[in-house]
């Protein structure tokens, strides 16, 4: 979630006289920190020294490396938005990360086929990538510098696209690969475009992806829209070089590269090894940083990546648009990573709902060590991941998962919880807080609209979020599917939050607002 969102929530609690957003915001997840032997792969966000997934990793002594070319770089030409593979070195630390190997590989470089506005994407040697709000745009052409010099390409409307025998700008697109699926989609999500000059002795073309079909007797393989003829090839898998006509099969994720300007679809190459979704080796520690794209059951994805999840408390399972760093090992399979660690950034709005009225059961619940309690007609699974704290009393007590039961035995207090939605819809408990009863009595409900509202009756429309259904004056505020609704009002005999009381108040944003609904970023 944002600052600004997160503040809003906690305004609609203050407002409701209550204070419950103090000490309990965490999942109590782990922090996704660096560890000074895992490998670390992202996107360049920032420079001081290089930060990569959060974390400053120092330079110094460090290797940069293009690894199609196995050619070394100057550090002067990295770039924020490169996607980037960090080793540490021996000495480097949590504390004080140290690289010593910095590894550079775009996914694509060639000439713009193709341009789409509406779905803001290009296509390069036949692979569609995916720009977002995060991607980079930087300009290296020597125009820049000329006397009368060009105007600099900063965003997807400056870039040439080919027609006939007149190439489009020449780029290479960083970012992360995302496995192709129906409908065309988008094989790379883009994180930098970088546009230089074409050199006919010095410029690469080169595709990474998927291939989709293998032809072992031309010998060729199809990655995305571009046939790779490897007749000409030095073909490398496993480290070794080995015949091209065996060299790799469907479905196997493959770099090819060659100096041959393609025609007709085809690129003819130089040299083409086995490469990953993932940069790792199987059994090595990674850190992945992301917005989830998808989620079902404990599997998520992030940046394209399948991230298997099992091994994480049920509460820490993320949601589509929240945006995670995790730390994991790359299963045997070399495209799933198992978390043993996440933290979550930022929690996608629709995912976050707060509940504040009565308490009005509590049990046990289908795990050990967790219970089921009921605000607002909504159950809610609190575990030994929720903050839990009372809030009425100055004195020290002792208020956990432990004795959570007993100690809410034969009560109603009036509590606060902050819960996220799982992949199966479910409300875990984030924070639960006991806090004193409002005087008015106003109970509340914070969250992302379910559907529109119902046609008003009697001058007044129903709204639910998450189920609870708000009561408020359709002509004092419009509210729209996806809608944040932050309410507060009475509770009706229908167990409703009723806003239209006096007291009683209801605060919109819309899904345009908190940015989540209309964002593709699966980078940064």
């Known amino acids: ?66 690894d199609d070319t196995g050619a070394a770089l100057p550090a002067a030409s990295l770039e924020v938005g490169m996607v980037v593979t960090v080793k540490p070195a021996g000495d480097s630390t949590d504390a004080a990360p140290e690289a010593a190997e910095i590894h550079v590989s775009p996914l694509a470089r060639g000439f713009v086929d193709s341009v789409d506005t509406t779905a803001s994407t290009i296509t390069v040697m036949g692979q569609k990538a995916q720009l977002t709000s995060g991607t980079v745009f930087s300009d290296h052409r020597a125009c820049l510098s000329a006397a009368t010099p060009c ?15 007149t190439p489009g700008s020449f780029v290479a697109i960083h970012g992360y690969l995302f496995a192709p699926g129906a409908g065309g989609s988008a094989q790379i999500i883009a994180t930098l475009v970088s546009v230089l000059d074409y050199n006919s002795a010095k410029s690469i073309f080169k595709v990474e992806g998927q291939a989709s079909a293998v032809d072992a007797v031309k010998p060729s393989v199809t990655i995305g829209a571009e046939i790779v003829d490897l007749s000409h090839a030095v073909c490398r ?9 065996s060299a790799f099969k469907v479905g196997d994720v493959v770099a090819a590269r060659g100096l041959t300007v393609p025609t007709g679809g085809t690129l003819t190459a130089d040299a083409a090894r086995m490469a990953r979704l993932l940069p790792q080796t199987a059994g090595a520690t990674v850190e992945v940083e992301g917005k989830v794209s998808s989620v079902s059951g404990t599997m998520f994805v992030v940046r394209g990546i399948q991230i298997d999840g099992s091994a994480l408390p049920a509460v820490q399972i993320p949601a589509v648009g929240d945006k995670v760093e995790l730390v994991g090992t790359v299963a045997t399979d070399g495209l799933t990573v198992t978390a043993s660690r996440i933290q979550h950034d930022e929690h996608a709005a629709a995912a976050r709902v ?76 984030t924070g639960f807080d006991i806090v004193r009863s409002p ?30 259904q708000v009561l408020f004056d359709p002509t004092k505020e419009t509210v729209s599917k996806g809608s944040l609704v932050l309410a507060k009002g009475a509770l009706s005999p229908s167990g409703a939050v009723d806003t239209t009381v ?23």
Do not use: K
């Open 151 to 165: 105007s600099a390409i900063t965003g997807q409307s400056g870039l040439a696209v080919t027609s006939g025998s």
């Open 439 to 468: 005087m008015s009595g106003s109970v509340g409900v914070a969250g992302a609209a379910d559907a529109a509202p119902s046609a008003p009756v009697a001058g007044v429309a129903t709204v639910t979020v998450h189920g609870v």
């Open 237 to 245: 898998s496993g480290g070794a070089t080995v015949a091209c006509t």
């Open 502 to 524: 006096l007291g009683g108040w209801l605060i919109v944003m819309r899904p345009d607002e908190h940015g989540g609904d209309h964002e593709v970023d699966f980078g940064h």
């Open 354 to 429: 707060v509940l504040a009225g009565p308490l009005t059961s509590v049990s046990a619940g289908t795990t050990a060590g967790t219970f089921n309690v009921v605000v607002l007609g909504q159950s809610v699974i609190v575990s030994a991941d929720t903050h839990i704290a009372d809030r009425t009393t100055e004195a020290p007590t002792t208020f956990n998962i432990t004795n959570f039961q007993t100690y809410l035995q034969g009560e109603t207090p009036y509590v606060v919880l902050r819960t996220v939605v799982d992949g199966t819809g479910a409300l875990l408990a």
């Open 1 to 66: 979630m944002t600052a600004r969102l997160a503040g809003l929530f906690c305004t609609a609690l203050l407002a409701l006289n209550l204070s419950a957003c103090g000490g309990g915001g965490s999942s109590g997840a782990g922090t996704a920190q660096s560890l000074s032997a895992s490998v670390s792969s992202g996107a360049i966000t920032a420079f001081g020294s290089v930060f990569v997934n959060g974390h400053e990793f120092g330079t110094s002594h460090a290797t940069v490396t293009d």
